[in-house]
């Protein structure tokens, strides 16, 4: 599968913000699109995950009730809606399809850069 981002920018605490994450190579319903992170410093971290059908979201606790995974109706791009982000949110944000939620993933997009300032 390969994955295209978009959509990172820098952003004041607070702001919202919209990733976008367009996939190709394979089937839709045949992976999982999640998406991650990793801050300077630290090691990548999972932050959402969407299967096939509505309902099968999947979120860290850090970020539940403020971001928000989709996927469109053709579930070749998924999205993540960030509300009232916070400077800890800052680091380079990845799509990722893979065969479960939360981990065997086997493709990765080059990653995008947000930042949180505040």
């Known amino acids: 599968v390969q994955l295209v981002e978009s959509g990172g920018g820098s952003v004041q605490a607070g702001d919202s913000l919209r990733l976008s994450c367009a996939a190709s190579?394979?089937?839709?319903?045949?992976?999982?699109m999640g998406w991650f992170r990793q801050a300077p410093g630290k090691e990548r971290e999972f932050v959402a995950a969407a299967g096939w059908s509505v309902g099968t979201e999947y979120y860290a606790d850090s970020v539940k009730g403020r971001f928000t995974i989709s996927r469109d109706n053709f579930k070749t791009t998924a999205y993540l809606h960030m509300d009232r982000l916070k400077p800890e949110d800052t680091g380079v944000y990845y799509c990722?399809?893979?065969?479960?939620?939360?981990?065997?993933?086997?493709?990765w997009g080059q990653g995008t850069q947000v930042t949180v300032s505040s």
């Open positions: 990722a399809a893979g065969d479960y939620p939360r981990e065997g993933y086997h493709s």
């Open positions: 190579g394979a089937p839709p319903d045949s992976y999982v």
